[in-house]
C-alpha cells in the first residue's frame, strides 16, 4: 500500500534562513509524488512534481529513491512562504491515478 | 487559471438529516472529480472518485450509501452525506482534473467544514 510520511507538523525558521520540509514515501511501483501548498485563506494548490524538475518560487525537491524521499527545499525562506504544505503520491495501482497526501508541514518564516 | 467552486463553505446540521456539498468546475469540463476529507490533525484522505456519467468509484471503507456522489454533467459533481451522525463532523473537500492524461494538474476547492450536532 502507498504511504506518504510527514514526520514535522510545525516547522518554523527565520527569514533568510535555509528550509526543508521533509517527505518520505512507500510505494511498491514508480512514484510519482507532488508538492501542494495552502496559503493562508486560499485554496490548495500544486507547488511542484517530481517529473518537471523545476523550481518553482525557489523550491525544489528531488526524488531520493534509495532513501524514499521527495523533501522540499529553499535557500533562503520569504516570509510570503508561510504556508501549509503537503506532499502527494499519485497511485497507479487502480489505474485511477489517485493522489494519497502526507498529513501536512505547517511552515512560517520568522521576520 | 481553471477554478473550482465548492459550496457550501461551512454547514451545520441536525443528526439524521442529509447534507449535499456541490463542487463545479468554473471554466472547464472536469472529466474526473474526487472527493477527499481530512479529520482534525490527520491527512486528506481520498473518498471516491467520481467520472461523468457514470458510478462513482469509492474507496475501502467508504460507505457508498452513506456518502452519496453524483457526477451529472462534465462541470459538477454532488456529494451528498445522508442521515448525517457527529461523526462525520469533517472537512470535505474536492477537485478536479480536467484531463484524462495522466497526471494532470488536480485543481481543488475551497472545502467544506461540515459540523452534525
Known amino acids: 500500500a502507498q504511504r506518504v510520511t510527514q514526520p514535522e507538523k510545525l516547522l518554523s525558521v527565520f527569514k533568510g534562513a535555509p528550509v526543508e520540509l521533509k517527505c518520505n514515501y512507500s510505494y511498491s511501483g514508480s512514484p510519482e509524488l507532488f508538492w501542494y501548498v495552502q496559503y493562508s485563506r486560499q485554496r490548495l494548490q500544486l507547488l511542484l512534481r517530481h517529473i518537471s524538475r523545476e523550481s518553482i518560487k525557489g523550491f525544489t525537491a528531488d526524488l531520493n529513491k534509495g532513501e524514499t524521499s521527495f523533501h522540499l527545499k529553499k535557500p533562503f525562506a520569504q516570509e510570503e512562504d508561510s504556508a501549509m504544505y503537503y506532499c502527494?503520491?499519485?497511485?497507479?495501482?487502480?489505474?485511477?491515478?489517485?493522489?494519497?497526501f502526507g498529513t501536512g508541514t505547517r511552515l512560517t518564516v520568522i521576520p | 487559471g481553471a477554478v473550482v467552486s465548492q459550496h457550501p463553505s461551512w454547514v451545520i446540521c441536525k443528526s439524521g438529516t442529509s447534507v449535499k456539498i456541490e463542487c463545479r468546475s468554473l471554466d472547464f469540463q472536469a472529466t474526473t472529480m474526487f472527493w477527499y476529507r481530512q479529520f482534525p490533525k490527520q491527512s486528506l484522505m481520498l473518498m471516491a472518485t467520481s467520472n461523468e456519467g457514470s458510478k462513482a468509484t469509492y474507496e475501502q471503507g467508504v460507505e457508498k450509501d452513506k456518502f452519496l456522489i453524483n457526477h451529472a454533467s462534465l462541470t459538477l459533481s454532488t456529494l451528498t452525506v445522508t442521515s448525517a451522525h457527529p461523526e462525520d463532523s469533517s472537512f470535505y473537500i474536492c477537485?478536479?482534473?480536467?484531463?484524462?492524461?495522466?497526471?494532470?494538474?488536480?485543481?481543488f476547492g475551497n472545502g467544506t467544514r461540515l459540523t452534525v450536532t
Open positions: 502527494a503520491l499519485v497511485s497507479s495501482e487502480t489505474g485511477a491515478n489517485n493522489l494519497f
Open positions: 477537485s478536479a482534473r480536467g484531463s484524462a492524461v495522466q497526471n494532470s494538474p488536480l485543481h
